[in-house]
């Protein structure tokens, strides 16, 4: 793994998918406890853009790796202003190698999200996006990904500076940075969403960095 591990995008995959013993009954009889489970791998690239999407073989359920992940959560009612379900997942990753591998947790990590199941929906693919915030004993970070078929859900971490402007950004601030660039909208309202949706300008390691759309416009 690169000296700098802000240059690493871990990008975790897993299963999102019910949990009764995290089912709470609010208020408004709402809160639905899930969780999410899977491995996560760690890619070294500044530039977000070169970073695929792992692959499974094809009968296996998780990604091959020697990390795995489990977080859980309630999901509350969705927020109109933004149509977003917030998750704010507690759980543990193994981090280190050998008998340096341990179970970490983060501080805060709130993933949001439109839907809470894959419907197939090819009409606004963007609805299948996911996006994250939190922090933890190594700094800042905001994740990017999508729910997919199988209710499966990946999606790519960046790790920042304390000085990056990234610091500051709110979920609408992520969220608009991202969609600007990895969709596409036809005459006919059809929505297109690029994948892996991580690979765009708000997911490099540096966020002065150029998109890929930028520097084929200007190749200096």
């Known amino acids: ?3 700098n591990w802000r240059e690493t995008l871990f990008v975790w995959d897993g299963i999102l998918s019910d949990d ?5 009954e609010g208020d408004d009889g709402s809160n639905i406890g899930l969780k999410w489970e ?3 791998v760690g890619c070294e690239s500044a530039d977000a853009v070169a970073v695929e999407a792992p692959k499974r073989g094809a009968f296996e359920r998780d990604v091959t790796s020697a990390y795995s992940f489990t977080a859980s959560c309630t999901a509350s009612q969705k927020d109109p202003a933004n149509n ?3 998750l704010s997942m507690s759980g543990s990753y193994d981090l280190g190698e050998g ?3 341990k179970k970490h947790t983060d501080d805060v990590h709130d993933m949001y999200l439109s839907l809470l199941r894959w419907t197939g929906n090819l ?3 963007a609805d299948n996006l996911v996006f994250a915030l939190g922090s933890n004993e190594f700094g800042k970070f905001i994740s990017v990904g999508w729910l997919r078929v199988g209710n499966r859900i990946t999606l790519a971490r960046r790790y920042l500076d304390d000085g990056d402007m990234r610091c500051k950004w709110d979920i609408d601030a992520l969220k608009s940075a991202v969609v600007e660039e990895i969709t596409t909208a036809d005459d006919d309202g059809l929505v297109t969403l690029h994948i ?3 690979q765009c300008a708000a997911m490099h390691a540096e966020a002065e960095q150029p998109s890929a759309k930028r520097r084929k416009e200007d190749p200096q």
């Open 84 to 86: 977003f379900y917030r």
């Open 196 to 198: 892996p949706p991580w």
């Open 123 to 125: 009409r606004d693919q």
């Open 99 to 101: 008998s340096d591998k």
């Open 38 to 40: 899977g491995t996560w």
């Open 1 to 3: 793994m690169s000296a």
């Open 20 to 24: 009764e013993d995290e089912t709470k």
